[in-house]
């Protein structure tokens, strides 16, 4: 599957995907970009049969459609969000990269969208219906559902009806399908759920789902907005996510996530009972300063900051930090034979004894990894 998409925005900004809802176009998120292209690339695609997307060749599901994003993706990290189907996709991107990979989600935006969208039955008529008789026989229901009394979203409507008929039922009947609700702990990325506070297609007990399961969510309500809100109020839309996105989490909060993805519980859990009055200020320094502001920037990935932070310790002899941080470097994604180029590479440029001892450090720190794994 591959979907229509354009990407605008600074080459060298953070990427942020974001995705139309069921009906609509990437056209869809035209009222935020202007403003978050001052500080974010911005990729936004088109579903199977809407906008510039060919239709569908046959049946798929909500992950067939995030993988199919994902195809899209090249950088590491990237923050993702939508509004109803493309949040319910945004969703199941970050759930599939949970385990394993879920640093790479940087941010998480879910915007008028639901963890479960109601029962199977009324997504399978709709389909049904779409197929018998087209799309124009929706547009007074969707009218009532996606805008508030008085809103002209006539442009919204006029791109509906252009949509591919055959690939707009089979997007309903992947929804009747979709169900996350046992899955959104997995989440680990920093969440902003928004709801419209007169929406009928996902009322406000969906939002609340999300915004109560996923860990640490925020939720914001926008009010006199029904389901398309992003439309209907583009500038407290804008606000939310820009505050969001910019990371108005607290540094050290931010911090300490970041410790936790690539240190493990165990390591930072050990360290956080170990403090006392005397090096609170410190631990404090580090995971606001070391772990948020350089950790997070997104100038490099993980991978890469793994890959100099070894180097610096063999450089300078921190034995002790090198053990912490080859196992750091194993949950970042190197491999041991990577491990291994890294510390052969210090022998040259860091000198032979600091990388005699390093290698020692590393078989014993892998040796342990290996024990603690039986």
């Not at 970009?33 to 798929?60: I, M, N, Q």
């Not at 006539?154 to 791109?159: G, I, K, L, P």
């Not at 100038?299 to 750091?328: I, K, N, P, W, Y």
């Amino acid at each position: 599957m591959k979907l229509h998409h354009r990407i605008d925005g600074p080459a060298d900004a953070p990427l942020l995907v974001l995705g139309p809802s069921l009906g609509t176009t990437m056209e869809i998120w035209q009222p935020q970009l202007p403003a978050l292209t001052e500080s974010w690339r911005v990729l936004r695609y088109d579903l199977p049969g809407h906008g510039g997307s060919a239709p569908a060749a046959a049946g798929f599901t909500i992950d067939d459609l995030a993988q199919a994003v994902l195809d899209l993706v090249d950088d590491e990290r990237f923050a993702v969000g939508g509004v109803s189907l493309g949040g319910a996709i945004a969703t199941t991107i970050a759930v599939m990269l949970a385990d394993g990979a879920g640093h790479r989600v940087r941010g998480l935006v879910l915007c008028c969208t639901s963890a479960r969208f109601g029962e199977p039955g009324p997504w399978l008529e709709r389909a049904a219906l779409v197929r018998g008789k087209g799309l124009a026989e929706l547009v007074p229901t969707l009218k009532a559902r996606w805008f508030t009394p008085g809103f002209d979203g006539q442009r919204v409507f006029d791109r509906f009806v252009e949509v591919d008929a055959e690939s707009y039922a089979a997007c309903c009947e992947a929804i009747a399908a979709f169900d996350l609700t046992g899955r959104l702990g997995k989440i680990a990325a920093p969440t902003l759920v928004i709801a419209g506070a007169e929406d009928p297609a996902t009322p406000l007990d969906h939002a609340l789902t999300l915004a109560g399961d996923i860990p640490g969510a925020s939720l914001t309500v926008v009010p006199r907005a029904s389901h398309l809100a992003n439309v209907e109020r583009p500038d407290a839309v804008t606000a939310a996510l820009l505050g969001h996105l910019r990371g108005d989490e607290p540094a050290f909060a931010a911090g300490m996530r970041t410790r936790r993805e690539v240190l493990g519980d165990a390591h930072v859990d050990r360290a956080v009972a170990a403090t006392t009055d005397f090096t609170r200020d410190f631990q404090d320094l580090i995971t606001r300063y070391a772990w948020n502001e350089i950790w997070n920037r997104p100038g490099l990935d993980r991978r890469t900051r793994s890959c100099v932070t070894l180097t610096a310790l063999v450089a300078r002899g921190q034995m002790e930090e090198l053990a912490m941080h080859v196992r750091a470097a194993l949950r970042n994604g190197l491999t041991r034979e990577e491990i291994k180029e890294v510390l052969l590479q210090t022998a040259v440029y860091c000198g032979v004894p600091a990388a005699n001892a390093a290698f020692a450090v590393a078989r014993r720190t892998l040796a342990d990894i290996d024990a603690e794994g039986r």
